[in-house]
Every structure is written in structure tokens, then in C-alpha cells.
């Protein structure tokens, strides 16, 4: 059995893997500490308090000493940390908190590992999830991202993550720590927070608003459904030596003006009625810095692990748009702001 920490379970991907874990390894525990940021919903959540063995602690990473007795008190064997500021575009109008959270709070989790362990237990484990967006941005023809691509970084948000990276590697090679690294593309799936690209298209789109597109919408991103990152996760704290990083993808490249035609088209054909969609398209100033394409090459995580992706981008863009469909009251309260209050009322007592 074994007594995980999962940091940022209340996010999109954190969420989903809280879910992925209890049901596929009902006799573990986990702990799943998050800080509640606007990111953090509680939510995402729902029906998971009832499971024996899962606890929420309302907490910060940054905050060393409460890290380190949750450790102690707990008994923590194997940490999953996703706690992390995580989008580029608030990372261009406020990095400090980048800065703090992703490579402060990575450290106080280090820290209390290597307190805590103390090199006598073979089965620990400390598996930081970490973004491709660390190896910065790659021509028309250039070969995928592998575990070998020097970091070259170009928002605060993936040098922040790049920094957190290197420190976790350096915990190993000072203090032996047993650490594991992945470094996935970009997730889609259910729970995403509704300002990151899929939902906030298919939204905008269901209520005839604007589609934003950065600059020529050409720029090229790697999908792959959350699921099958929680099952490479699982995967790599199973099987995967220490030390050692893997990086996590879909093989399934994508130019964002493709994904927003899609998910128009989807639309359309949901609502047949309606304008078409895709007159909605509105090119906007692009980002500052905006990576032009990422790609990863998911070799290792096959040949040493023998993982690869479940969904195609087919079966999981419909999956995912469905979830939003039928989940209509999910986002609305994530819009408006009612998702805060159910912290109050679930554990306010
Ligand atoms: P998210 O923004 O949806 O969730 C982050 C969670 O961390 C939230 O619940 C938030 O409340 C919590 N958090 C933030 N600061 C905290 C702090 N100081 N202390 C405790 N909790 C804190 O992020 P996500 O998209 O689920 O990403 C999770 C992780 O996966 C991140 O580390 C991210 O870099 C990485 N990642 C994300 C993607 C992606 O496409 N979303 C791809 C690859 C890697
Ligand atoms: P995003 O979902 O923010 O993820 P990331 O920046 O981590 O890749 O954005 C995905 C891509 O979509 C990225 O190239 C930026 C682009 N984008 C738009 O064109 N319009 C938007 O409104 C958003 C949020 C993103």
C-alpha cells in the first residue's frame, strides 16, 4: 500500500489523476494538498471525499514547515507533484508567482523528501510533472523533442518548470533522492480551466462569442488526453528509473486553427440551426514569445514502459467537447465564480 502526496490535485490534470488513482489502486492512500489558487476546484472533485483513504489539506507548497509535518504525520512514501502556476499567458503579465510556486514550492517538497526519507525506504518515490514547453520551440522539420533536447526556455512560465526540473535532478545526483521526471505536451480532456484554448473555443463558440486566434494560428501543439498523462504518470512511478526523465506525448501535432475548425465543425454539427461556427474565428495579437511548434517523441516511454496513447485525437476531442456539453453547469460556475464558495461550504465546517 502505498501513501501518496499528490500536490494540485484540485487542478485540471491533478483531478483527473486523483480519479485515475483511486480507481485503479483503491488500496492506496492519498493526500491531495492544493493551495486553492483560482486554478484549484474543489469541484473537480466531487464524489471523491466519500473514498476511504483520500484526504484534502488546504495548504500552500510554499509553506516549508506545514510541508514538511504533513510528511511526517502522514507518513508520505511517494509524492505526484503537479502544483504549479500553469499558464503561459499569466505568466507574461505576472511571473512572480511562477517564480514562487513552481520553483520555491518544488523546493520545500524536495526538502521534505529528503527529510523525511532519508534514504531508508527503496520504495519511495518523488515524480515531478513537468511540460515539453521546457525545451523551447522547434522549426517546420526539426525532429521531436527527445529526452536528450537541451532546455531553451522562452516564457516565464516554462523557465520556471525548466528551473524546477533541474533541481529535482540535481536531488538526485547530490542526496540520492528518488526522483522521476515527465515532461508531457499539452493536455486536453475534462476539468480543463475554461481559459486555456479547447474549452474556451468550444465555449465562446456554443454562446456565438468571438474565437480568439494568437497571430496566424499556425503555431503547433502536441494533444494528448489527460487520461492516458495519468496512465504514463502510473506508468513511470511503476517502472521508471530513478533519476531518469520521460517525456509524455500524443504523437498527434496539431495547428491551433485546426483544433478551433474542428471543434466548429463538431459544433455545427451538433447544432445545425445555428451560424456556422467558424465565422467566429477572430485573429488577435499574438503572444509575446509564443513557441511556433512543439512535438515530442514518446519513444522511451514506449520501448521502457511500453506505453502509449489510448485515445485517438478523434475519440477524445469528442469525448472531451461532450463533457463540456453535458457539464454545462461546471463551467458557468467556474466563469462566475461559484466554484470558490465550495470550499466554504464542504469543509468550512
Ligand atoms: P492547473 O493550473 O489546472 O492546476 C494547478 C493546481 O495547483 C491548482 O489546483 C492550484 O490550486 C494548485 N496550486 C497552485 N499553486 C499552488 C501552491 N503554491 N501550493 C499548492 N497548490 C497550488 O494546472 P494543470 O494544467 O493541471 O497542470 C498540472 C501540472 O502539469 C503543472 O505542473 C503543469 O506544469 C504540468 N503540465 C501541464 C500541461 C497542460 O497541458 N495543462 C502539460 C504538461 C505539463
Ligand atoms: P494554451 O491552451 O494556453 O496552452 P499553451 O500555451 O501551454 O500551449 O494555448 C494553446 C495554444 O493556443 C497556444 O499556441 C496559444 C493558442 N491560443 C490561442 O490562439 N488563442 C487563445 O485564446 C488561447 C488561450 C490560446
Redesign the pocket.
Known sequence: MKKLLV?????????NFVRYWIENHPEDQVVN?????????LENLEGVEESLGYRFVH????DGEMVKRLFREEGIDTVV???????VDRSITGPE?FI???VF?TFNLLEAARESWNGDDPECRFLH?????VYGTLGPGDPAFTEQTPFAPNSP?SAS?AASDHLVRSYFHTYGLPVLTT??????GPY??PE?LIPLVFINALEGKPLPIYGDGMQIRDWLHVED?CRGIDAVLQGGRLGETYNIGGVNEWANIDIVKTICQRLDQLRPGDQPKAELITYVKDRPGHDRRYAIDAGKMNRELGWKPSYTFETGIEQTLDWYLVNQAWWERVRDGAYRSYYEKHYGR
Request: with cysteine; charged share 15%.
Open positions: 500536490t494540485g490535485g484540485a487542478g485540471f490534470i491533478g483531478s494538498l492544493d493551495a486553492l489558487t483560482y486554478a484549484g476546484n495548504g500552500d507548497i510554499c507533484h503537479f502544483a504549479a502556476e500553469s499558464h508567482a514562487r510556486t513552481n514550492g510533472v513537468s511540460t515539453d514547453e512560465y518548470k515532461n508531457c505536451s499539452n493536455n486536453y480543463q480551466f486555456k498523462h
